[in-house]
T-cell receptor, first 116, second 122 residues
Framework: AQSVTQLDSHVSVSEGTPVLLRCNYS??????LFWYVQHPNKGLQLLLK??????LVKGINGFEAEFKKSETSFHLTKPSAHMSDAAEYFC??????????????FGQGTELSVKP | NAGVTQTPKFRVLKTGQSMTLLCAQD?????MYWYRQDPGMGLRLIHY???????AKGEVPDGYNVSRLKKQNFLLGLESAAPSQTSVYFC?????????????????????FGPGTRLLVL
């Protein structure tokens, strides 16, 4: 079975400091992994995705994530937080292969607050 | 392209009323999905469709029905609304292409989400 655990429900940083949002996954096959962002009262936007190519994945808005198979982790980082980064972030793993419709399994979300 | 659109944006229902949420996509995607989002629970899959005329149950299908009569549309119906169905509903779509990496078969095509429908059941 596949599952995703986001280790922090809320993270608070100061503007200009690094961001680290932690995600561990469990999968019985080689998954694809995603990070989505949701700004208040908005839909979900894809930040980045990993699909077995390079283990360090670069996304939009300066975010990146590193796939570590030995640690079953896919943590999201950004060197310097901006006020506009305040949002909820979801770590997502793809479901079983094509026979089951490529379903996504979502973590519970991490709310990122950025202080001036 | 408009991407994925949802109608309506917001709705208030009384317990026992029925309604249909409409999702439309103009990207020629084969797969479409309905999720609900509740505080602290991420998004949970209600139903999904891998092609026109086909639907399947997701994680939390009870109390909902769906139809995919046209490739571009995916309808979510509530026959008799209950307060437990108060939520934000998101529709998503994706390609169906499966990519091979060595001996492994991967999905992982990006899902594109609509803006959501807020539903309040009193």
């Amino acid at each position: 079975a596949q599952s995703v655990t986001q280790l922090d429900s809320h993270v608070s940083v100061s503007e200009g400091t690094p961001v680290l949002l932690r995600c561990n996954y469990s999968s019985s096959y080689s998954p694809s992994l995603f990070w989505y962002v949701q700004h208040p009262n908005k839909g979900l936007q894809l930040l980045l995705k990993y699909t077995s190519a390079a283990t360090l994945v670069k996304g939009i808005n300066g975010f990146e994530a590193e796939f570590k198979k030995s640690e079953t982790s896919f943590h999201l980082t950004k060197p310097s937080a901006h006020m506009s980064d305040a949002a909820e972030y979801f770590c997502v793993v793809s479901g079983p292969p094509r026979l089951q419709g490529g379903k996504l399994i979502f973590g519970q979300g991490t709310e990122l607050s950025v202080k001036p | 392209n408009a991407g994925v659109t949802q109608t309506p944006k917001f709705r208030v229902l009384k317990t026992g009323q029925s309604m249909t949420l409409l999702c439309a996509q103009d990207m020629n995607h084969e797969y479409m999905y309905w999720y609900r989002q509740d505080p602290g629970m991420g998004l949970r899959l209600i139903h999904y469709s891998v092609g026109e005329g086909t639907t399947a149950k997701g994680e939390v299908p009870d109390g909902y029905n769906v139809s995919r009569l046209k490739k571009q549309n995916f309808l979510l119906g509530l026959e008799s609304a209950a307060p437990s169905q108060t939520s934000v509903y998101f529709c998503a779509s994706s390609y169906s292409r499966v990519r091979l990496a060595g001996a492994r078969t991967l999905t992982g095509e990006t899902q594109y989400f609509g803006p959501g429908t807020r539903l309040l059941v009193l």
